[in-house]
């Protein structure tokens, strides 16, 4: 085979060189903005050193990764051949009789096993470390609004007249039931001062329509306000207070409480897809849908994975036609713009197909895999009309 042979050696280890600078580049460029990120919004809440804001950017490397491979693959893709096209080394492949199939068969190796390495083994790590991230984020700026898989879970739900703060230590039903959940009830006044109303523990609670279903209840009351004294204003010694009894706690099989929340808010807002993995993404969204719910987000998450390997070889060709296409016409300012204009313009693609899917106007398998497929496909026939018309 071509890939193996002394010459596709040869251009992989080029190709994979050009990569590896390309991506180191733009890794050192991301985590320097988002170490001043990390200054401009952690730091502004709690006092972040720069041992601490760079420890959280590289808890985000491995995410960055995955994130900005595609792009690394097109500079790579054009860096790559380019150099091979400036010492006339394309010229003289050409003039062997080797086609241009044969010697793009490299990149695309290389494009295939970085993604299915990505999608495989990268995406476990970084996915952990990501939830890390957003564990240790809020444990620095003190905020728990939002929830992390694998600990403590918190969320927020109220009106006008009762705010509720809500824990919960698992959770289960596919984002629809919380495990081990406690309600720390307020009572809001006119003034929009809150007071402690009452404390509600339940063993699950389980939102349907409109409510939360509460199961095996221990629901304790907050000890009422001390009544005015009479001598309040005056220079009299007030009496002793009486002694404040507590209302004791009240048992219940069940409990009903109503809120605002739906299931998909709560799906939302308790599980991100970053924090889960590859391997861990088919299970949740079985669970999920078999709770009824829609977890759109997650499945474009899974397919955007699985599509990865596709996306980062059509990258890759895309950056190498417009090197290729330089070896014979000239004008590098105006290709080597081409070629990352055509970068932006997937990368604004991939966005869109990601929120038609959110907006359920596009299946989760089409949106993901529909930008990489066109543009391996468009790729392809530039490929064949310049090379082989």
Same mark, same amino acid.
């Given at each position: 085979? /071509? ?10 280890? =080029? ?41 959280? #950017? ?18 790579? +893709? ?10 006339? &080394? ?14 793009? #068969? ?34 620095? #700026? ?9 600990s403590d879970i918190w969320l927020r739900q109220g009106d006008g007249n009762v705010q509720s703060l809500i824990l919960a230590r698992s959770l289960s039903g596919g984002g629809a039931q919380l495990g081990d959940v406690t309600f720390f009830q307020f009572e809001v006044g006119l003034n929009g001062a809150s007071r402690f109303a009452r404390r509600i523990d339940a063993e699950t609670a389980t939102l349907t329509?409109? /409510? ?35 209302? $004791? ?13 739906? =299931?998909?808010?709560?799906? &939302? ?20 849908? $078999? ?39 000239? +004008? ?11 970068? /932006?313009? /997937? ?39 310049? &090379?082989?018309?």
């Amino acid at each position: 085979m /071509f890939a193996t042979s002394l010459l596709g050696r040869y251009l992989f280890g =080029r190709v994979l060189i050009a990569m590896a600078t390309a991506l180191g580049g733009i890794l050192v460029t991301i985590v320097l903005v988002d170490v001043v990120e990390q200054f401009r919004t952690v730091g502004t809440a709690a006092d972040l050193s720069l041992p601490g804001a760079l420890y959280l #950017t590289g808890l985000k490397v491995p995410l960055l990764v995955e994130q900005t491979t595609p792009f690394a693959m097109l500079v790579a +893709g054009m860096a790559g051949y380019l150099s091979l096209a400036r010492r006339s &080394e394309l010229s003289a492949i050409r003039a062997s009789g080797v086609s241009a199939w044969r010697f793009l #068969t490299p990149l695309a190796v290389l494009g295939l096993a970085l993604g299915l390495v990505l999608a495989i083994l990268v995406n476990p790590f970084g996915a952990a470390m990501n939830e890390d991230f957003e564990r240790q984020r809020d444990r620095i #700026t003190g905020t728990a609004d939002v929830p992390r898989s694998g600990s403590d879970i918190w969320l927020r739900q109220g009106d006008g007249n009762v705010q509720s703060l809500i824990l919960a230590r698992s959770l289960s039903g596919g984002g629809a039931q919380l495990g081990d959940v406690t309600f720390f009830q307020f009572e809001v006044g006119l003034n929009g001062a809150s007071r402690f109303a009452r404390r509600i523990d339940a063993e699950t609670a389980t939102l349907t329509d409109g /409510f939360w279903q509460l199961e095996n209840v221990v629901e304790n009351e907050a000890a009422p306000a001390p009544a005015p004294t009479p001598n309040a204003g005056t220079d009299a010694p007030a009496p002793p207070s009486p002694p404040v009894s507590l209302p $004791a706690p009240s048992v219940k099989p069940n409990l009903a409480l109503p809120t605002t929340l739906t =299931r998909e808010d709560l799906l &939302e807002r308790v599980v991100d897809p970053n924090s889960l993995s590859f391997w861990q993404l088919p299970g949740f969204i079985a669970e999920a849908r $078999a709770a009824g719910l829609q977890p759109t987000r997650h499945e474009f998450r899974f397919y955007s994975l699985l599509a990865l390997p596709l996306t980062i070889t059509a990258m890759g060709l895309i950056g190498a036609l417009f090197s290729l296409r330089l070896a014979r016409s000239g +004008g590098t300012p105006v290709m080597i713009a081409a070629g990352l204009l055509s970068g /932006f313009v /997937f990368f604004f693609t991939t966005r869109l197909a990601e929120a038609m899917a959110s907006s359920a106007l596009t299946p989760p398998l089409v949106a993901a895999f529909a930008p990489a497929m066109a543009a391996l496909f468009a790729a392809a026939a530039a490929i064949a009309a310049f &090379e082989d018309g």
